[in-house]
Structures are given as structure tokens and as C-alpha cells.
């Protein structure tokens, strides 16, 4: 998954869902879904507030190149224990792939 195209997503319709994330912080609206929390915070720091809507408008304006404290995407479980995976058996491990600053879940991970 490219760290180069920090884009949220496929288009500028974020800058919509940037109007949702401004509902949710004045409790006219939530964010259905954990990943949604997890997307909305671009400052990395557990918590949704005007930081993560600045960052990310100034991301999608041009103003900045790069979120100052998250990578681009994160995943959801953040960690996996492989350890306890049955040996010669196939396992299946499911985790989720968030891109930050995505609400809608549009972006592409292949781009």
C-alpha cells in the first residue's frame, strides 16, 4: 500500500465528509463505524476534534504534502498476534486497512 498518494480519496468529495466530521464534533451527527473514528483522526492522537479537520483540509488544499503525525493509512486491528496461528493449518486473519481522512471509504489502496 503506496505512502505516496496522501490524497483521503478518489475525489474531492471528503471535502463533504469533512462537513460530516464537523457534525459529529457539534453532536448532530456520529460517525457510524470505529474505522470512521479511526480515519477522522489525522492527528493520530485517539481523538476527533477541529486539529484533525484543519489537517485535513490543508492536506486536501495543498497546503501541506504529508500528515505531520500519522501515516497516510492505518490498519484496524494496529497490531496482529501471529503467534498462536495452528501450525500446517491455513489461518485466516482479518484486519482493515483505513485511509486517513477517508469517511466514505473510496480510496484505493492500489493507486
Known amino acids: 500500500m503506496p ?19 464537523q457534525q459529529h464534533l457539534l453532536y448532530q451527527d456520529t460517525l457510524t463505524f ?3 473514528h479511526i480515519a477522522a483522526d489525522a492527528t493520530n492522537n485517539n481523538h476527533i476534534s477541529v486539529g484533525d479537520m484543519v489537517v485535513l483540509l490543508r492536506l ?3 497546503k501541506i504534502t504529508a500528515l505531520p503525525s500519522s501515516p497516510s493509512w492505518r ?11 495452528p ?13 486517513i481522512g477517508d469517511l466514505n471509504n473510496s480510496a484505493n489502496p492500489l493507486k
Open 75 to 85: 490498519f484496524d486491528p494496529p497490531v496482529l498476534e501471529l503467534d498462536n496461528l
Open 87 to 99: 501450525l500446517g493449518e491455513p489461518a485466516q486473519v482479518q484486519f482493515k486497512a483505513i485511509k
Open 3 to 21: 505512502n505516496d498518494n496522501l490524497l483521503p480519496g478518489e475525489n474531492c468529495n471528503e471535502i463533504f465528509y469533512s462537513k460530516r466530521q
Open 34 to 36: 470505529a474505522w470512521q
Open 60 to 62: 486536501i488544499l495543498g
